[in-house]
């Protein structure tokens, strides 16, 4: 059998360091199962997107992601070119988990071991798959549109990612991100939202945070999207409305395991488009990345990337 052929960008600085020492074994075991590269590594914030791209216009037809899910999000971003079209259409993207968070995977099932990775990648069709493109503005204050392929999220998930991503991760997903939780909410002010989903409003009221889903988990592992599917052209929409912090402590294991939804002050629709306004700057997560905040647009492409996995 013929080598599967890709290019691959590796974050070294995921996984709080660990990827970047783990890669000689990595890239060992991603040859021995049967996958031929070439692989760059990221210096900083921004360059995975950089180079996806151009890996992308040398004419490779397989991009992985080795990192966690903000590496995945930039190389999505990668996938387009800055008048927002597909360098190469017929281009398929995959995955490589070497981060803390891990939440992308569990959607599409990728597992978590490199060499069971790289056979699930080896053994699996391409198909296409639905994305969000956001226009937010930046932390800069300017307007920028961004892709994300998991989970985007305004208010206590983009202060709480904010807060991640400015301090270790030597804990591990699961403790890092709940620490980060109960030590964001300790000071969070639920926030003023106006949200409106395929031109009809459905909420006016202070929001605890306001999460868009095409994947299903963000956060390391809280199922905050149980219903979402990235491949039916829908958004999954789940405002928790003005929770307390007692209240929100207290529904925090449901969260984990997906049976929040049933909550009165909970409300999950789908759509097609959702646009917010805050009354102060809603902090944006996408993907585990904090970029900006409100006021945001965000729509929902159908099949607008194809994924090996």
Same mark, same amino acid.
């Given at each position: ?5 890709? @290019?691959?960008?590796?974050?070294? @600085? ?31 914030? &921004? ?28 190389? +999505? ?20 988990? &070497? ?9 599409? &099932?990728?597992?978590? @071991? ?7 990648? +080896? ?71 106006? +949200? ?22 963000? &956060? ?90």
């Amino acid at each position: 059998m013929d080598k599967l052929n890709a @290019a691959i960008v590796v974050n070294p @600085a995921s996984a709080n360091g660990a990827t970047g020492k783990r890669w000689p074994e990595m890239a060992e075991v991603i040859r021995r199962e049967g996958i031929s590269f070439e692989h760059r590594f990221t210096d900083g914030p &921004g360059h995975a997107t950089e180079i996806a791209r151009q890996f992308l216009k040398d004419g490779y037809d397989l991009i992985i992601a080795v990192g966690g899910d903000g590496t995945t999000n930039e190389v +999505i971003n990668g996938f387009f070119d800055h008048d927002h079209k597909l360098v190469r259409p017929e281009a398929a993207v995959s995955f490589i988990s &070497g981060g803390t968070g891990r939440d992308l995977i569990r959607t599409i &099932g990728i597992p978590t @071991a490199t060499a069971e990775a790289v056979r699930h990648i +080896i053994n699996s069709p391409v198909h296409p798959i639905d994305l969000g493109r956001v226009s937010f503005l930046n932390n800069q204050g300017m307007p920028e549109v961004r892709y994300f392929i998991n989970v985007a999220g305004l208010g206590l998930g983009g202060a709480t990612a904010d807060r991640v991503n400015k301090t270790s991760k030597a804990l591990g997903g699961f403790v890092s991100f709940l620490w980060a939780t109960v030590a964001t909410l300790v000071l969070y002010k639920n926030q003023e939202m106006r +949200i409106t989903v395929d031109g009809q409003e459905v909420c006016n009221e202070p929001v605890t945070v306001v999460v868009f889903g095409n994947g299903r988990y963000f &956060g390391s592992g809280m199922c905050v999207a149980p219903n979402a599917l990235v491949d039916d052209g829908l958004l999954d929409i789940v405002i928790l409305k003005d929770l307390s912090k007692i209240n929100l402590l207290i529904s925090l294991p449901r969260v984990y395991k997906g049976t929040h939804l049933s909550h009165p002050r909970i409300t999950c629709l789908r759509g097609k488009s959702v646009k917010v306004e805050a009354s102060g700057e809603a902090l944006l997560d996408l993907d585990g990345e904090q970029p900006g905040h409100a006021p945001v647009e965000i729509e929902i492409l159908p099949k607008a990337i194809n994924l090996r996995g």
